[in-house]
């Protein structure tokens, strides 16, 4: 629908599914969690790939580039607002958050030490060791002192990212 959407360069692209829209968490877990009305195509995608299954990642590309909105909206709620994607959104200062998301089945691996401080280069050799393994990376924390940096793997490649990186520094810890 958005390839079809972007090559008729269509006012806007309208996704029916079972929710009213984006949701402030998942209301499984956070019974307080209600449809955020606007959206970013950036907003939208980090949602999605921290675990919203509003919209498949993929989908919202196609029309970000022709800045074509798009509009969900509840099948079974017709009348719900729904919620806009779109390239520029009004921000609610009194909200800056939109919203809490998390992934199941992740590990977080951080590589610290203090002769890590001011070395350049550091994070190249963590994310090439990984990436020459298959291994990908979905989120990254560096300390400001340079001293530590974490990363988000999924669980069945943690046990090897761990490998990987002790074989990668493993002169430095000798």
């Given at each position: ?8 360069d ?8 079972d929710?009213?829209g ?11 969690a ?11 995608m ?21 800045d ?43 590589v ?22 298959g291994?990908?990376v ?5 300390a ?10 999924r669980?069945?490649d ?17």
């Amino acid at each position: 629908a958005a390839i079809i959407a972007a090559a008729l360069d269509a006012s806007v692209l309208e996704i029916w599914t079972d929710v009213d829209g984006f949701m402030t968490a998942d209301p499984r877990v956070i019974s307080t969690a209600y449809t955020i009305n606007e959206l970013s195509y950036v907003e939208a995608m980090e949602l999605c790939n921290f675990g919203a299954k509003v919209v498949y990642p993929p989908t919202i590309y196609p029309v970000c580039v022709k800045d074509i909105p798009i509009c969900i909206k509840n099948t079974f709620n017709p009348k719900g607002k729904g919620t806009i994607i779109k390239k520029d959104v009004e921000g609610d200062q009194k909200k800056p958050i939109k919203g809490i998301s998390s992934i199941n089945g992740t590990s977080l691996i951080t590589v610290s030490g203090l002769s890590m401080v001011g070395v350049i280069g550091v994070n190249r050799r963590i994310f090439s060791a990984l990436a020459g393994n298959g291994i990908s990376v979905f989120l990254v924390s560096q300390a400001s002192s340079e001293n530590s940096t974490s990363i988000g793997v999924r669980d069945e490649d943690a046990e090897a990212a761990c490998d990987v990186l002790n074989a990668e520094f493993a002169k430095e810890i000798e």
